[in-house]
């Protein structure tokens, strides 16, 4: 999608969430594991580089400004989704008996990552409102990492999973 105007950090970040809510209701919608799969990878990409620019560029800006704990367990969480991701980037649709059911479960994960970014004043972009952080030079440096990340992703593949907080399994 060409973008041309310039987005604040949490509308470029709203808009992502806007764009993998609409893919997991085509997922659901879905017929046929050919269109399935399509969508599944689909997914996987935006919430790759949707997990980066957070965790690169606009975590660290909060850092300080929200309160801790929730950012460090959205941390927790991206790491509990790439896990999945993984999963489901590297799963056959018609031989995995298990994707459709981490796709859900993965959607499920998204809704309460949405959730506690943006509902209410105590959520994330509620705290961040209130901070002191500027917000629309954020958005650019993220905006022009978001097209650096997809044309990478696209170029390799995804990243094996970067994983912050969990140290007890390798993957
Ligand atoms: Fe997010």
């Known amino acids: 999608m060409a ?6 950090a949490i509308a470029l970040l709203k808009d992502d969430h806007r764009t993998v809510e ?11 594991d050919g269109r399935k799969q399509k969508l599944a990878q689909q997914i996987c990409m935006e919430l790759t580089v949707h997990a980066k620019l957070e965790e690169e560029i606009f975590y660290p800006a909060c850092e300080g400004k929200i309160e ?13 989704a790439k896990v999945l991701i993984a999963e489901i980037e590297a799963a056959d649709s018609e031989s995995d008996e ?5 796709v859900k479960v993965l959607q499920e994960q998204i809704e309460h990552h949405i959730e506690e970014e943006e ?10 409102r209130k901070a002191d952080i500027e917000l629309k030079a954020l958005g650019e440096q993220m905006a022009a990492r978001k097209q650096e990340l ?7 593949g995804l990243p094996r999973p970067e ?7 390798e993957i």
Do not use: C, N, P, W
């Open 68 to 80: 801790e704990d929730l950012l460090k367990e959205a941390f927790v969480e991206h790491d509990g």
């Open 98 to 102: 298990y994707f459709e059911a981490k």
């Open 22 to 32: 609409k893919l997991f209701k085509q997922f659901e919608d879905a017929k046929g």
């Open 163 to 169: 994983l912050k907080t969990m140290i007890a399994t």
């Open 3 to 8: 973008e041309t105007r310039t987005q604040d």
């Open 119 to 128: 509902k209410g004043s105590d959520s994330v972009f509620g705290q961040v």
């Open 150 to 156: 997809i044309a990478t992703y696209k170029a390799d």
